[in-house]
């Protein structure tokens, strides 16, 4: 029967739109057909521009192995589950998903992945976390893999200033599994002749990095106790603090001491030693594992913290942010940039930065109200601009007097029934105040974000004054709060 | 200016006699046209053979040289209706459209056009967009080219054989007086690979040499009585014709084996995934050399029956491979084999999947099922289920992998002018309250998935308008029509909007203008700025809907998305009875970065003030509800895990890619978002005025924020 049993070599490429799949493709078929190999290549490209990804196939077969070279072998146009020999993923998903339709086996497969993500719009979309879980993808690709090469590809990029298309390259000669040498991988780049230098740079990173296999990330051990803070206190009363953090039990103290940070740079020392005070004494009654007192350090430093209009002028009108600004928008090193903040204030963020008594009379007099909602409504200011800058300056300085601000009180109101509910929940259900606490975690935002999330944590806690409620209903009704703006499943878990 | 050009690679096209071809499949069945002698070509663009819309229009150079017409035709109506120029001419055609969906707007004309019969070549070539990635409705042209007995053409998908294959179509159809089609999938579209050229041919007869001598032939008009005789010489003439020298030229193609009492029979486009199934079964090589024998219908319309008895008579059974359903084939070869009192069994969609792509490992499982059934000894290993077992070892069940890796649906580009549109409705949703929309096909269609998700129904190419028909009369919530100005120009103004100005409908049609058939890869249409002949633009969307009697018209730039909700909200509110029209102006952004991006480029190289625009989210005020992110989808618009360890959302984030289209900003103030938006403004080489600005405002600007750096650094901890 069959004459030859050699089979032609398969890769899979998986990449999105704008990694330079269709490059890489190129590359190695015009490699291999300068290297006595017949080659074939197809895609889907589907929607690839449209943010879908592309999967290119290609196969290659040796001159040598064939009789009549008029009568070239048969390629199949599509690859074939467990019948692959070098996947190449550009992203971690994709990785995934090409383990997840059986590319990926033991027996045949070298995959090489990026590790870095590139989230889609399901993943961002979420009101909360809807990252997918790149530890399981990992672990599975691993496992699936005869040989598995993964490394930050884009990263890498970046740092050498190159398209990923010829990490990737490179990371395929490094590889070692196409039966061509090095030289023959360059070869096929300079070929091609563009951007010759940047994509060699790229091929010999990625040739590197290749060559490393990969190894799996310890989880991080949680049983291992933090220690003590160290800090860089720089008054006795900072050290004081810092003492009392080291005073905490060890689980809670990495988050005290960062929301004690948060604080001080959000209001001043007394801000923050009143938030420790708070974890002390809820610490006091606290037992091992600690989860209370760890969970409330984080909560109840967000929402000691909250979002009011001085927050947000004092850090854009910061020198530390616009440093930061201008890396990310990549400017040059003195470049102009100018920064035109997009703001909207409404009445109630005009209002709430007034003193309690002046904002409740505000509110009580229509004249005013009408007044001051001149000041509403959409604004653009260039923070670059003397005059914009002078107004935001000016509303950060108001910090002085924020303990007396209308909003200050109204978030303090609330801070101190939320407590209050948590010292009452421990004593008979520890578990249930452990969940009361993590319920913060709806509160966030601006506006009608911050509106809606307090609505449903209001609510969650309404139910909990109207009849008993489990510790996992509570965790329940939260997620569902998180899953879409609407309400609707919040309003079907409560209704359940 | 298409998405992608070919300007570069039409060159192959002039390859001569016993010159290598080597590239893409689409160039490819181009080369072939050219070697045939076509007198003129044309279509519509779609996946998978928009870019050989793209080549054709890329390639005028060649095909004026040679005589040859082309027409980018305005539907696949019109490309089918141009092919009548080969009813009395004995010019040869070709067209290419995506099918199944050209395939039924051309319907009507490709009828009559086989009625009548041709006298030139006539080949369409047929995009199938069946299986994997597909972005329509799965059904076969199958079933068109049977009704209206017209020959399919489906070639084992490697350059040579489709080349020839094409070749050998022209004569064939002119043997037989019949158009047909030439059906190409995805990948063989995509398809790199190589063959030996010949040289191109003029045009025996040309468009120019056929309006010379007009000829008339009354028979060949579609009225009754030659509609009868019509039908009398498909069945008498045309088809004994076809089987005739599908035969004689050996279309189809037996690859004997050694296992000659079994058989697999299957359409051409199939051969390289049956070869790959065998060979995983140990029954095939490489090569192609195989133990069982195949018969490969490169033509799967007509049936040339008794070469298929031939086949077939000394086996216990065969096994029919045929993608899609209905089963024709499996049906027809059943008869067949009756009629010629067969004892040879027939297996087929018992032991493959009724419906789907017949992808490596579904075929290779068929195969094995058959032979199992037949003849059990034959299969001694399997090569892919042994190396799938080696899955075994794999901890990660599937179901935790499924869970872990999120979908990733198609969205709208980076700096799509649609987005700020589709912010708009789903703001006004959220005020005005859910309405009932008709959706298209196109970039617009998009709107229907996350994160907007606006849309009830699709019912094809510019049919959205027509869509609402039914709703036209409620006079209180109105229906609203959303296509896109490719749909409009190819269906749109005549089925939809000459339609509601005729029955008074009261409903609301959206036209979105990006300037393209977009979707398809940025081809022009009538509404161009430019358009593929001039620097013109050829007609207005608002003159046109005028012109069939709208009165209420209004054009908006879909970026003022406060106005564009507030407009879209008057036209469902307004006491006009009648149909409202609103033209949502902005230029696809593939396109107008494909033109700015070098000028601009060049300008800054030059020296000349530049201003380049982007956004920024600020990371330390975001709190991580991506309310942003539901109103916008853009790519540029992403995540990154927070800074803060004490927040657990991940934070907005404006990656490099974001081209400051300005729809983050807009949608901030229109929906009242947060204050973490900001928009970048990078001044390249800046002017004495900037520079004196930017110190004055610095100096000033750089002290305050010294002095609360040095309070803040009082107290550390």
Known sequence: ??????????????????????????????????????????????????????????????????????????????????????????????????????????????????????????????????????????????????????????????????????????????????????????????????????????FNAGYQAAETPYVPEQASDTDVPFGKIEGTANTPAAQALIDRINGLPDPAREFAYAGATKLLDYQDLDYAEAYIAELEAFAATDKAPFDLTHELARYLALWMAFDDTIKVADIKTRSERVKKYRQEVRAGKDQIVHMVEFMHPRLEEIVGTMPVGMARFVL????????????????????????????????????????????????????????????????????????????????????????????????????????????????????????????????????? | MAERSFAKEVKKLRLGDGETFHGEGILAVTKGLLQSGVAYVGGYQGSPVSHLMDVLADSHEILSELGVHFEANGSEATAAAMLSASISYPLRAAVTWKSTVGTNVASDALSNLASAGVIGGTVIILGEDYGEGASIMQERSHAFAM??????????????????????????????????????????????????????????????????????????????????????????QRWP????????????????????????????????????????????????????????????????????????????????????????????????????????????????????????????????????????????FDDQAASIASLSQVTVTAEALDVAIPARPPGLCTGCPERPFFAAMKMLEKDYGEIHISADIGCNSFGTLPPFQIGNTIMGYGLSAASSSAFSSVRGKRAISIMGDGGFWHNGLTSGIGSAVYNNSDNVFIIVDNGYAAATGGQYIQSSARTLKEDERKARIQEAVQGVGVKWVRTINSYDIADVKALVREAMTSHFIGPKVIVIEGECMLNRQRREKPIKAKRIKAGKREVKERFYVESETCTGDHACIRLSGCPSLTIKPSPDILREDPVAYVDNSCVGCGVCGENVHAAVLCPSFSRAELIFNPSGWDRLKHVVRQGAIGFLQRRSDNKRARVSL
């Not at chain 1, 990449?15 to 890489?24: K, R, S, Y």
């Open chain 1, 1 to 202: 029967m069959s004459n030859t049993r050699i089979k032609p070599t398969t890769i899979v490429i998986s990449a999105l739109g704008g990694q330079g799949g269709g490059v890489l493709t190129n590359w190695l078929v015009n490699m291999a057909e300068q290297n006595d190999y017949f080659a074939q290549s197809t895609s889907v490209p589907g929607v690839a521009q449209r943010t879908g990804a592309t999967i290119y196939y290609l196969e290659m077969f040796p001159k040598s192995e064939v009789k009549d070279l008029t009568v070239p072998p048969v390629m199949a146009l599509m690859p074939m589950a467990g019948d692959v020999d070098l996947v190449v993923a550009a992203e971690l998903m994709e990785a995934g998903r090409a383990v997840q339709r059986q590319f990926v086996t033991p027996l045949k497969t070298t995959l090489i992945a990026s590790t870095h993500r590139v989230f889609s719009i399901a993943e961002k979309m979420v009101l909360g976390d809807g990252t997918g879980d790149s530890d399981t993808v990992l672990k599975a690709a691993h496992q699936a893999a005869k040989t598995f090469v993964a490394f930050d590809m884009e990263s890498l990029a970046a740092e050498m200033s190159c398209v990923i298309s010829s990490i990737m390259f490179g990371a395929i000669a490094g590889s070692k599994k196409l039966p061509f040498s090095r030289e023959k991988f360059e070869d096929a780049i300079r070929a091609e002749g563009k951007m010759v230098e940047a994509n060699l740079r790229g």
């Open chain 1, 364 to 496: 009580k007099s229509p004249f005013l109200t009408r007044f001051f909602e001149k000041f509403t409504g959409p604004r653009l200011s260039d923070t670059t601009k003397v005059s914009s800058f002078l107004m935001l300056y000016f509303m950060a300085s108001l910090r002085f007097m924020r303990r007396k601000t209308l909003r200050y009180a109204e978030e303090h109101a609330e801070i101190k029934s939320w407590l209050d509910r948590v010292r009452t929940t421990v004593a008979t259900d520890y578990d249930l105040a452990v969940e009361i606490v993590r319920c913060q975690r709806l509160i966030k935002g601006y506006g009608e974000t911050h509106e809606r999330g307090l609505g449903n944590f209001k609510t969650i806690m309404a139910a909990l004054d109207n009849g008993s409620v489990t510790p996992a209903k509570v965790s329940e009704l939260r997620t569902a709060a998180l899953e879409d703006e609407d309400g609707k499943a919040f309003k079907k878990a409560l209704a359940a």
């Open chain 2, 147 to 236: 009704k209206s007995q017209m020959w399919l053409i489906n070639p084992r998908p490697n350059l040579p054989k489709m080349v020839d294959m094409l070749e050998k179509s022209f004569q064939l159809s002119e043997a037989s007086n019949t158009p047909l089609f030439f059906q190409l999938r995805i990948r063989a579209c995509h398809l790199h690979g190589q063959f030996v050229a010949k040289d191109n041919l003029k045009p025996a007869f040309t468009v120019r040499d056929a309006l010379e001598n007009p000829k008339r032939e009354a028979d060949k008009i579609i009225l009754p009585p030659f509609t009868f005789l019509h039908e009398k010489q498909k069945i008498e």
């Open chain 2, 241 to 380: 014709a076809a089987v005739k020298f599908i035969k004689d030229h050996e279309l189809n193609e037996i690859f004997d084996g050694a296992e000659g009492d079994v058989g697999i029979i299957f359409e051409g486009g199939l051969y390289n995934v049956v070869i790959r199934a065998l060979q995983m079964l140990g029954l095939a090589d490489s090569l192609g050399e195989t133990d069982i024998p195949l018969y490969v219908m490169n033509v799967t319309y007509p049936l040339v029956d008794d070469h298929l008895v031939e086949f077939a008579k000394d086996k216990k059974a065969v096994l029919m491979v045929e993608e899609g359903q209905p089963n024709y084939i499996e049906q027809a070869l059943n008869k067949v084999f009756n009629d010629a009192e067969l004892t040879c069994k027939i297996s087929g969609k018992d032991v493959l999947p009724v419906s789907g792509e017949y992808t490596g490992q579904v075929m290779k499982e068929g195969i094995k099922g058959f032979l199992e059934k037949f003849k059990p000894d034959l299969v001694k």
